[in-house]
Nanobody
């Protein structure tokens, strides 16, 4: 019912910034909990950031490793969720995935995007 398409990944130097986008179809992003996860080299998938559905308050949450550097936001008119990434570090290098769920992405998200590569050079 929901299709997610990520974009905005690429190569950036340490200390630089990128903005990832996740455009949803089938449902409005405001009615879903949305989140970003990543899988780095030799690592398992890990939580990065999430935002609650508007009916559930719309609050945001972040992994400690990105707190203060990354910001998740929602543009309801464009049906898109963003991840603004500042002060990037080499350890941020990973494939980043967008996720959506009717209730919470903190459990097992119902929908996933295909991922977008982010590479941070030293």
């Amino acid at each position: 019912q929901v299709q997610l398409v990520e974009s905005g990944g690429g190569l950036v130097q340490a200390g630089g910034s990128l903005r990832l986008s996740c455009e949803a179809s089938g449902r409005t992003v405001s009615s879903y909990a949305m989140g970003w996860f990543r899988r780095g080299p030799g690592k398992e998938r890990e939580f990065v950031a999430r935002i609650r559905s508007m009916w559930n308050g719309g609050s945001t949450y972040y992994a400690d490793s990105v707190k203060g550097r990354f910001t998740i936001s929602r543009d309801n008119a464009k049906n898109t969720v963003f991840l603004q990434m500042n002060s990037l570090k080499p350890e941020d290098t990973a494939v980043y995935y967008c996720a959506a769920d009717p209730i919470s992405v903190a459990t097992r998200p119902a929908y996933w995007g295909q991922g977008t590569q982010v590479t941070v050079s030293s």
